[in-house]
Structure formats: C-alpha cells, structure tokens
C-alpha cells in the first residue's frame, strides 16, 4: 500500500505553529507575569556588526521586556499596593526589571522571564536605545 504525501498549505501550517506555540507558553498564575525579552539587533545604528560576544552579554543582561500575560491576583494584593491602587503595568507594556529578576526559560528559542508583580520597576514608552550599563 502506497501513502502519499500531501503538502500543507502554508497558512494552515502557520496556525498549526502558533497553536503550538501558544500552548506551550504558560499561564502566570496568582500575582505573578509573563515578560517576553527582546531580540537582541544584530548590528549598531551606523549599520556595523556586532560582535557575538556583545551580542551574547545585551542578551543575558536584559533588563527590559514585553508584557505578555498576567495572573488573575497581578497587583491586586491590598497590603502591599494599598487599596484601590491600579495596576503598575498592563498587556503590551514594556517595561523594567531587575537583570536576575524572575524564573528564566525559553519557548521555540524565544527567552521569557515569569515574575512576582511587584518586580515591575518602570513602564517604558520607548524601549529603542536603552541598555544595561
């Protein structure tokens, strides 16, 4: 018996991976959010290319990322944001954090950090140009 192999259309095939993908990110529970970092460029503003070992250091000491997901208790705790206080951050958000803050890990070769709300230190307009020093 003869099988034959049928090409998936690009487009079902994209959906298929981002299901995937989206299924294997997890869900931040309690007070804690999910923050995706950024890519790190491959090359300064003038157009020169970055050394691997500059490229490897801006990526371990990344100290800013994007909101992804937030649990349902996120900046909700009274005793330590006061009552009726509104969230540091939201979805899409750039922000600010500590080099070592939060639990590491990657998805399809993208890093993540999961961290405790109040871990958050600034909501960043603009993240273009801003490095850790």
Request: net charge negative; proline share 5%.
């Amino acid at each position: 018996m003869t099988e034959s192999i049928l090409a998936v259309p690009e487009h079902i095939r994209k959906e298929q991976e981002e299901a995937t993908f989206e299924a294997q990110l997890p869900k931040p529970v309690g007070y804690r959010v999910l923050v995706a970092l950024p890519e790190v460029e491959e090359e300064y503003e003038g157009g020169i290319i970055k050394a691997e070992s500059v490229r490897k250091r801006e990526y371990i000491m990344s100290i800013m990322g994007l909101v992804i997901d937030m649990g349902d208790l996120a900046y909700k705790d009274e005793s330590r944001f006061g009552e009726n206080s509104e969230p540091w951050c939201k979805v899409g958000d750039y922000v600010m954090f500590r080099m070592n803050t939060g639990t590491r890990f990657t998805v399809s070769g993208k890093e993540y950090r999961l961290m405790n709300d109040d871990s958050i230190e600034a909501v960043i307009d603009d993240p273009r140009g801003i490095y850790h020093v």
